[in-house]
């Protein structure tokens, strides 16, 4: 079977099911999460096995550490993948919810019911959890979905729809509801962004290149975000010990996310108090400092920021940093290099906070909380199948009700128009 026909009978596939899982009832979709989960406890050994195999063949292709580490599957990743199909099966089901009714005029009823959007496909690099976070969502929402991760993690992402496979029969849904492409070959990527009889969404999750690529080419809608530039901005009413916290575990907790630290802006006024203890921490841990001249006045030993550094998504441990003059040239920078995804102040300044979640433009803003809050778990989505940086139907995590519309529902009773 050649790569184009295989992707069209997954598209046909996932179409028929899409109407099956619509149709299904919120107790069986629950069924299917909770069943993935005890699958996926029960299948541990094979998990971290499957993903050896993964990680050791991704070493001697050269890999590099953030990639590695986005690729790798840790007993407590798997925890948190069970963890998040729980939460997930315990939120409210969107599905069928009639909101806004009213009566009209003419006396008809108006309102507004929660519809899946159908056919979901995925595209992602390296993260195998990944593949649970999207099925889940989708069960969840009453879409089919068609997910094709990356080759590095083949072997993972076969174990895992294996264990999501097993909690659609359990619950007596098509297992068809979710398939993984099984091919490696970059054919079936254009085949899918291009299936718009079958597919009705694209979600591409991974590098800058990969996602520039699906936007470009792709003739089925996409939810997406290119890269995550994001700031923090420590002013001049920061509370020091929160300015210091904040800003490691921004930058340190995990370098190779999306929602990762990428450059510090410091109000001027505190930037010899502040800068200092954050540096020293940063370095002991191995992390360049690249800073502009009033940064390298402070710091002597962080390397020069160069315009390009300002608008680079590191997935790295290497931080910019620059010190601005106030809340007006932060957001001024902010609105000029942020990718629209994520960006904090630390201030104990009310009004500044304020000015600050007003006036960022960015997917989520944040006063006095680590940018590494920006995720559909941290948020109470139970997981999320990706960030959107778009403005249109989806904006930031996009969890379930990202993944439904809304169509107009009318009662009446036999009522015409005059």
Sequence with gaps: MSTESMMRALGEQARAASRELARSSTGARNEALLAT???LDASRETLQAENRKDLEAGRDKGLDEAMLDRLELT???IDTMIEGLRQVAGLTDPVGVITDMEYRPSGIQVGRMRVPLGVIG???ESRPNVTVDAASLCIKSGNATVLRGGSEASHSNQAIAACVAQG?????LPETGVQVVGTTDREAVGHLIRMPEYVDVIVPRGGKSLIERISNEASVPVIKHLDGICHSFLDRDADPEKAVSVTLNAKTQRYGTCNTLE???VDGPVAESLLPPIAEQLQRIGVELRGCATTRAILPEAGEATEEDWATEYLAPVLSIRVVDG????MAHINRYSSQHTDSIITENYTRARRFLTEVDSSSVMVNASTRFADGFEYGLGAEIGISTDKLHARGPVGLEGLTSQK???????H???
Excluded: C, N, P, S
């Excluded at 659609?168 to 007596?172: D, F, K, P, S, V």
């Excluded at 809340?327 to 932060?330: R, S």
């Design 168 to 172: 659609l029969r359990e619950a007596g």
């Design 327 to 330: 809340l007006d040239a932060a």
């Design 122 to 124: 995925i595209i992602y």
């Design 416 to 418: 015409v128009r005059d």
């Design 263 to 265: 450059t510090l802006l």
């Design 75 to 77: 007993g407590g990743r």
């Design 408 to 414: 107009y529902v009318v009662f009446g009773d036999g």
């Design 37 to 39: 989960a005890r699958a």
